[in-house]
């Protein structure tokens, strides 16, 4: 009877996830009635059968804050609701910033409260106390999908949903909802109107997606996390160079196979419901720059900060108030940093010089220097607040604002020295490619260190023992046999992001023609792989944190 009380109430040592036994036989019992409730004449049943399930969820992720769900549910649906009946501009202006304020107010709270007393106390040497504060699950992903809905409809792009049981049905979709990826009001709600058709194309697609996510989560990320990439992580100096280096290669391949496999089981887990949410990765170690990288990586996350935040402070047409402010702050920050600390060393006032001067001359070096201005500073603002999205801590600023510069830096390359778009593939041409993506993995993997350390002590200890890195083959062999396991699959990791698209396709195929026995028969073996690897039960997802 205890065992079975488990299943209905919130543990939060044990919060519900897509690779966990009690996920995958409530989906069992969840799936089969949600098929008959689409055999309604309308979408109110499955609607609310949906509905109810993924508060359940979120309920099973984050105790009682499935009331915050609702709450804030209610209110934008409200807003929005006002907002689109209205006719006059300034009403209109009024619900839009209304709702934008209040999401926003919910956020910083729950994730940035502690990180503004921490910082006023060290700033003033106040004596503010910390707050207990939980941070709810997904808050950051379901916040910025209302927000969306909102802003759509301001645009006049999006027409609100016909009832709230509908809009809550949207921003509640237990699949995305407490890790993304990040779905837009004006791509999902015309789905939940229309009439389901399931394929066999999409079960196959579906069972492939959930199949590969749970083998990246499992198998590969959370191995490589306990048994290496946590270990070097805690305590750096204890490592050799050598091991601090493949520690950061190893995080590197950890993160995407986390996060990916998570999006890949939600598409999946969705797409097995009729609903299609767009792909959110697309091999982006493969991109031969740092613009390609943000066009591959996290792209529900990275379009909505372009259509929605970027272009909001201008784009690259207009300056505005809101897109110099941060980057001035951010630089202004950085270079008294410098000169307080000045004292005991004088690299960090040259490093922040040195970043000011960089990013002044991408834009002065440019041919349309006012326009430049625009798209950088704009550009700076959408990565240093894209940064903190991730977490209160600098070290995301940090993080944030490395993409920003580099952003703004390959884009006066790519003007001084632009690629041609010739089909004719070269020797030369390929060999530029490669150099180039070789570049970028590794400017990717310097700026993950940031994002993975628990303070930048730890980070900078990282970077110092990977900078006294000596070629000694025999230490190298000794450290690989030692870690064999782990380094194997770190290599196929990696070996599988690198496939040439025909070999997935090959698979994927392959997938396709199995009869359903065998399908099933490789779903369990997955499964079986999952249990058989897990060392310390299940991980929670990297980006739950966020």
């Known amino acids: 009877m205890e065992q079975v009380q488990t299943w209905f109430t919130y543990d939060k040592k044990h919060p519900i996830l897509f690779n966990t036994a009690l996920f995958l036989g409530l989906f069992l019992v969840f799936y089969p009635v949600y098929i008959l409730t689409t055999k309604a004449k309308t979408h109110a049943l499955r609607n609310l059968y949906v509905f109810l399930f993924s508060l359940f969820f979120y309920y099973k992720s984050s105790g009682v804050y499935f009331v915050l769900l609702l709450f804030s549910g209610v209110v934008d649906y409200n807003l929005a609701k006002l907002l689109y009946d209205e006719v006059l501009e300034s009403y209109r202006k009024f619900y839009l910033v209304l709702s934008v304020v209040l999401n926003l107010c919910f956020l910083g709270y729950f994730k940035y409260t502690n990180f503004l007393i921490e910082n006023y106390n060290g700033l003033f040497d106040g004596h503010l106390k910390f707050h207990e504060i939980i941070l709810p699950v997904g808050i950051s992903f379901y916040t910025f999908q209302s927000m969306s809905y909102i802003i759509d409809i301001y645009r006049r792009e999006l027409k609100p949903t016909k009832n709230i049981l509908d809009y809550m049905f949207f921003v509640s979709f237990f699949p995305q909802l407490v890790a993304g990826p990040i779905v837009r009001a004006s791509e999902f709600i015309p789905q939940i109107y229309a009439k389901l058709r399931l394929s066999r194309e999409d079960v196959n697609n579906a069972l492939f997606l959930i199949i590969g996510g749970l ?68 091999t982006p170690y493969k991109s031969a720059s740092i613009t390609e990288f943000w066009r591959r990586w996290h792209i529900s996350l990275s379009t909505w900060l372009r259509d929605y935040l970027y272009i909001s402070v201008g784009g690259n047409r207009r300056g505005s108030f809101g897109g110099f402010l941060f980057p001035c702050l951010f630089f202004g920050g950085l270079i008294t940093f410098g000169v307080v600390y000045s004292a005991t060393s004088m690299i960090p006032l040259y490093v922040s010089l040195a970043s000011l001067f960089v990013f002044i001359l991408t834009f002065l070096l440019a041919k349309d220097k006012k326009r430049t201005l625009f798209t950088n500073v704009n550009l700076m603002t959408t990565m240093l607040l894209g ?102 699959v770190m290599l196929i990791g990696y070996l599988w992001h690198f496939l040439p698209a025909p070999v997935t396709g090959l698979m994927k195929s392959s997938f396709d023609r199995l009869p359903i026995i065998g399908k099933a028969f490789v779903l369990a073996l997955a499964f079986w792989v999952v249990y058989a690897t897990s060392t310390s039960g299940t991980q929670p997802f990297i980006y739950f944190q966020f």
């Open 387 to 488: 940064g903190l999205w991730h977490g209160p801590s600098f070290r995301f600023i940090i993080w944030g604002a490395l993409h920003g510069m580099a952003l703004a830096v390959n884009k006066i390359f790519s003007e001084y020295f632009p690629s041609k778009r010739s089909e004719t593939k070269t020797f030369g041409k390929g060999l530029w490619t490669f150099v180039s993506v070789i570049i970028t993995f590794h400017f990717v993997a310097f700026c993950w260190i940031f994002f993975r350390a628990r303070d930048f002590a730890t980070a900078f200890d990282v970077i110092g023992m990977i900078g006294n890195l000596n070629f000694h083959l025999n230490e190298w062999a000794t450290i690989i046999m030692g870690y064999k396991n782990v380094f194997l």
């Open 215 to 282: 083998i990246k989560k499992t198998f590969i990320s959370d191995y490589i996390s306990l048994n290496f990439v946590d270990r070097v992580f805690d305590a750096p100096k204890s490592y050799t160079a050598f091991e601090n280096l493949m520690a950061s290669y190893g995080y590197t391949i950890q993160i995407y196979c986390d996060f990916s496999g998570y999006s890949d089981m939600a598409i999946g887990i969705a797409l097995l419901m009729g609903f299609k949410l767009s792909v959110n990765f697309r």
